[in-house]
């Protein structure tokens, strides 16, 4: 395989506690409480930092992003000692995006300047509905009040770039809660707006127990098409399947991923990808236990959890990510992240271009069309190996 450019590199670090498990999420959370031992998973993550400075040698770190569990039931003075670590024994690029998810209702009066001085320079506030009979089938801890109030204090600390994170197709929702909670979010008009639909994740308790009320399949994508007609009018530019931003506002960290870019894991549960010189692709990941975690990072040495993405793999996971955005990607970045020839994937792009699914790439790009980005998953599949 020829040697290429190594692709842009990111870090992503996971803080593993919540305050309680939300019934639909299947994240690596867990609910704090005897096993929360704060110092000594700082002190184990900023270890485990250091060692994927091995992995990073030169390569400088575009975005770093702190997710969970709840990051923001971190004090600052941790989040500080986490990115003192980064600063440490990385590159951090000039501009470095740095983003902490925080949730309303964990976050402390005041604490968001010192998260800001710490160095987070983005935040992701986790607000999911502004309706109070949705946050309480949700298992929020928050109300509509908390949310707002976040807002007002991430801007007064200086944060110029915040995310708010809304779901639809929630138990019980109909197009008029959903739309108010679209108009909701539109009052305080933040720079990006994560929009996506609530799924049943396996390993969750929504998946186990289906609440009532679930909108179906037509009222669903009528929910996501208003909402997403009402975004686009107040000047968000949907660029991904479920990101929504200002005019530069995009969040890199993310993008890094959409475009099979290269990132680093450290954190409990954490998952890594990494390209060598000669194009090979490995994936890995931390213990998912917090304690199982935080010994091994004590050892100095994790559990091998590396694999190797095959040729015949590579493919599709390229087009697994790059087709979630809606402009796409130039064809020439199947090669620059993955080794493969141009034409390698030309008979599921031949079949997806005939079936209306995909833009022809005779103009440089692979870009789904309007019905291949509405009906995203059947695209996807196409390029399944076999």
């Not at 998912?288 to 493919?315: C, H, I, K, T, W």
Request: proline share 6%; charged share 20%.
């Amino acid at each position: 395989m020829m040697a290429f450019s190594l692709p842009p590199l990111s870090l992503y670090l996971h803080l593993p506690w919540c305050i309680q498990k939300c019934p639909y999420c299947d994240f690596n959370s867990h609910r704090a409480g005897k096993s929360a031992h704060w110092d000594r998973y700082v002190a184990a993550l900023s270890a485990d930092i250091e060692a994927e400075a091995a992995h990073a040698g030169d390569r400088p770190i575009e975005s770093v992003f702190i997710g969970g569990g709840t990051p923001s039931l971190f004090s600052p003075d941790k989040i500080a000692t986490i990115i003192d670590a980064c600063r440490r024994h990385l590159s951090l690029a000039d501009l470095c995006e740095i983003t902490m998810e925080a949730n309303p209702g964990t976050v402390e009066h005041g604490s968001l300047v010192e998260y800001r001085r710490a160095g987070i320079s983005r935040l992701s506030i986790g607000a999911q509905s502004f309706n109070p009979n949705m946050l309480t089938v949700l298992g929020r801890i928050h109300g509509r009040d908390e949310i707002e109030a976040t807002y007002a204090e991430a801007c007064e600390a200086g944060f110029g770039s915040i995310n708010i994170d809304l779901m639809f197709a929630l138990p019980g929702q109909d197009l008029a809660d959903a739309m108010a909670d679209i108009q909701s979010l539109l009052a305080i008009s933040p720079p990006h707006v994560s929009w996506y639909q609530l799924t049943l994740e396996p390993n969750t308790v929504f998946h186990r127990n289906p609440p009532a009320g679930i909108p179906d399949d037509d009222l669903t994508w009528e929910i996501q098409q208003s909402g997403n007609r009402l975004l686009t009018l107040a000047g968000y530019e949907q660029y991904e399947i479920s990101a929504f931003a200002k005019p530069g506002h995009r969040c890199r960290h993310n993008l890094n991923y959409w475009q099979f870019g290269d990132y680093l894991a450290a954190g409990a549960g954490a998952h890594g990808k990494l390209t060598d010189a000669s194009g090979v692709i490995r994936r890995y990941h931390k213990p998912a236990n917090p304690l199982s975690y935080m010994e091994q990072a004590e050892s100095g040495a994790f559990d091998a959890n590396v694999s190797e993405v095959r040729a015949a793999d590579a493919g599709f996971e390229f087009m697994l990510n790059v087709l979630r955005l809606s402009d796409g990607v130039p064809v020439s970045l199947l090669t620059e992240r993955t080794g493969l020839p141009i034409d390698a994937l030309n008979a599921s792009v031949d079949a997806a271009v005939n079936d209306g699914l995909l833009k022809n790439p005779d103009a440089g790009h692979f870009c789904p069309t309007a019905d291949g980005f509405r009906l995203l998953n059947e695209l996807q599949s196409r390029f399944l190996p076999g």
